[in-house]
């Protein structure tokens, strides 16, 4: 990742990028670098702590598992921004949607030029497969994948909640119980 973002910022200086581009190789460089500087960070702070049997609270396998899932969510996110980025470098830095739209003309009865209504086209199965392959966008599979992903975070974020608030509350809630002799004087 830190060669990807010296790449970009690289790229930044050798070319006249429109702001539109300049916009998106910050948001994937800023999004790489605070990735690495801090959620890593987390995750290895929280590895440590795991590893200390005298840290309290200690955070279980299951606690890690899930923040490694939030992570890779992260990664894939930012995996997919660069992938876009190296899509439009490969393009000479041309945004594929351009404003500059091409329109098509017809002569009408008066022999005036006026726009055609465009004509929508169905792609085949196949060529919208073959265009997300080229365009870095996954297929359904991976797709469906990533949803699944995303649902057991959710859950392992639910868990985890709920465990963190029961503590909390158990922690908010002491008694103390004094035997009856001992208040006696």
Same mark, same amino acid.
């Given at each position: 990742?830190?060669?990807?973002?010296?790449?970009?910022?690289?790229?930044?200086?050798?070319?006249? *990028?429109?702001?539109?581009?300049? &916009?998106?190789?910050?948001?994937?460089? &800023?999004?790489?670098?605070?990735?690495?500087? %801090?959620?890593?960070?987390?995750?290895? &702070?929280?590895?440590? %702590?795991?590893? /200390? *049997?005298?840290?309290?609270?200690?955070?279980?396998? %299951?606690?890690?598992?899930?923040?490694?899932?939030?992570? %890779?969510?992260?990664?894939?996110?930012?995996?997919?921004?660069?992938?876009?980025?190296?899509? *439009?470098?490969? /393009?000479?830095?041309?945004?594929?949607?351009?404003?500059?739209?091409?329109?098509?003309?017809?002569?009408?009865?008066? &022999?005036?030029?006026?726009?055609?209504?465009?004509?929508?086209?169905?792609?085949?199965?196949?060529?919208?497969?073959?265009?997300?392959?080229?365009?870095?966008?996954?297929?359904?599979?991976?797709?469906?994948?990533?949803?699944?992903?995303?649902?057991?975070?959710?859950? #392992?974020?639910?868990?985890?909640?709920?465990?963190? /608030?029961? #503590?909390?509350?158990? #922690?908010?809630?002491?008694?103390?119980?004094?035997?009856?002799?001992?208040?006696?004087?």
């Amino acid at each position: 990742m830190e060669g990807w973002c010296q790449q970009m910022e690289q790229e930044t200086k050798d070319n006249q *990028l429109t702001e539109e581009v300049l &916009g998106k190789i910050r948001s994937a460089v &800023g999004s790489a670098q605070l990735l690495m500087s %801090q959620k890593f960070q987390q995750f290895r &702070g929280l590895c440590d %702590q795991n590893l /200390n *049997l005298s840290a309290n609270p200690r955070p279980t396998a %299951q606690d890690l598992a899930g923040f490694w899932d939030l992570l %890779q969510l992260s990664i894939e996110d930012i995996s997919l921004k660069f992938d876009e980025l190296y899509h *439009l470098k490969s /393009n000479d830095w041309q945004l594929a949607d351009s404003p500059e739209k091409k329109v098509n003309l017809k002569l009408d009865s008066a &022999g005036r030029e006026e726009a055609a209504p465009p004509v929508p086209k169905k792609p085949s199965k196949a060529k919208v497969a073959a265009g997300r392959e080229k365009a870095g966008q996954p297929d359904p599979s991976t797709d469906k994948q990533r949803q699944e992903a995303r649902k057991r975070l959710m859950a #392992a974020k639910r868990a985890a909640s709920v465990r963190q /608030n029961s #503590a909390t509350e158990s #922690a908010d809630s002491i008694e103390i119980y004094v035997p009856e002799a001992q208040t006696r004087l």
